[in-house]
């Protein structure tokens, strides 16, 4: 088959109502989420491939998922929280390993201890809120998962090319498969935020919605690293990995929200065949 959806979403944990005391606060991102877990199901999805910032990180490389299972828990273990749990799709990264090896990528698997057959790789926000309003929700069957999280000091057009080789092993394989880039936007929309007060995050982030629209994602390649630094963004290194998916293989995008309602802005778009 081949890649048949994507989706840029936010990991932002106020999003999910099982983790929030006010159900206005991100109702808006929350209702695109939403709607983008209707779009996922439509898509009948066999592997989600999740671009997540956080996670574990390999110096000078890309880390993908390696082990049977990978599970994770947001939130208070003793409060709220949420939890999900997936299989792996060990024969979609073991063909990605080989891609990337002619190319070559630096991509390395994070395959556990020796006991490979109980080794879970865990999940943290950037991987189980996207997955939690898409795949979480589907039993019959769930699909699997491939976690990959790249090192942000690698070039870019390395980052692209990996795109490049994951829509390729999308192509060659029988299952339809989607690419989710879990990415918050700017950082610095709240001056008693974390990061405090700039600027360049709503100038960011209307350049981001626009590349959206535009459906030229590949613009990002021109962005400025001392203007993603005033931004204090997380969504670069996985939307160009995305451009590059879409490069080989198009689908038509649509912006479904855009909100900051925090320090940190949140775009929701969805790729789809038509």
């Known amino acids: 088959m081949s890649l048949v959806f994507a989706a840029i979403a936010p990991h932002g944990s106020e999003i999910v109502p099982q ?34 910032p956080h996670g574990i990180v390999v110096e000078g ?21 949420i ?10 990264t073991a063909a990605l390993h080989t891609e990337c090896e002619k190319v070559p990528i630096p991509l390395a698997r994070l395959v556990g201890d020796d006991s490979k057959e109980k080794a879970v790789l865990p999940l943290d926000w950037g991987a189980v809120i996207p997955l939690w309003f898409t795949a979480h929700p589907l039993t019959s069957p769930r699909p699997q998962t491939v976690i990959v ?36 936007q700017g950082h610095a929309h709240d001056p008693d935020g974390p990061y405090g ?10 350049k981001m919605c626009a590349a959206i629209v535009s459906e030229d994602l590949g613009s990002l390649l021109e962005w400025d690293e ?41 775009a929701v778009a969805a790729y789809e065949a038509q």
């Open 197 to 206: 007060f700039s600027p360049v995050s709503a100038e960011h982030d209307g």
């Open 19 to 52: 983790l929030t005391d006010d159900l206005g606060l991100m109702a808006k991102t929350r209702a695109a989420m939403q709607e983008l877990g209707r779009r996922f199901t439509a898509a009948k999805i066999d592997t989600v491939v999740v671009l997540t």
């Open 83 to 92: 939890k999900v749990a997936f299989e792996s799709d060990l024969a979609f």
């Open 61 to 81: 490389a890309l880390s993908i998922s390696g082990t049977r299972h990978a599970a994770g828990i947001v939130g208070e273990p003793d409060g709220k929280h």
């Open 149 to 184: 999280a790249p090192d942000r000091s690698l070039p870019r057009e390395t980052l692209v090319r990996f795109g490049v080789a994951l829509a390729r092993c999308a192509a060659a394989t029988p299952k339809r498969i989607a690419l989710i880039a879990s990415c918050d």
């Open 226 to 266: 001392a203007f993603l630094e005033d931004a204090k963004v997380d969504a670069f290194w996985q939307t160009i990995i995305l451009a590059g998916a879409l490069g080989h293989t198009p689908l038509t995008g649509e912006l479904l929200s855009y909100e900051a309602p925090t320090y940190f802005g949140m």
